[in-house]
Nanobody, 126 residues
């Protein structure tokens, strides 16, 4: 599976951005799709994830209520709508795909994901 993310950029605090990530290749095996991020000088962290049919959705506590993850299986694409952005949301955002049907507890774990995109930079100015 190859992943191509786009939609990053510079936005003021309080603004919105929408990230998208299109998958190609072995797309029939994709079960979970999601997003991680890594801020400068910090460890990579999970952001959100969604199952194949959308019945399992995970959000990190820091983004819950502000970010919305969705996917379009016909287009093999996952989206991340980011509202009320804060300077602390500044990071490189990576889309991920997992082929295994892990439990909900694993949705925030890097172990569940088999493929990673190249990342797109989101910068939120104060």
């Amino acid at each position: 599976v190859q992943l191509q993310a786009c939609g990053g950029g510079l936005v003021q605090a309080g603004g919105s951005l929408r990230l998208s990530c299109a998958a190609s290749g072995r797309t029939f095996s994709m079960y979970y799709m999601g997003w991680f991020r890594q801020a400068p000088g910090k460890e990579r962290e999970s952001v959100a994830a969604i199952s194949l049919n959308g019945d399992r959705i995970y959000y990190a506590g820091s983004v819950k209520g502000r970010f919305t993850i969705s996917r379009d299986n016909a287009k093999n694409t996952v989206y991340l709508q980011m509202n009320s952005l804060k300077p602390e949301d500044t990071a490189v955002y990576y889309c991920v795909v997992g082929e295994r049907r892990g439990s909900y507890d694993l949705l925030g774990s890097e172990r569940l994901y088999d493929y990673w995109g190249q990342g797109t930079l989101v910068t939120v100015s104060s």
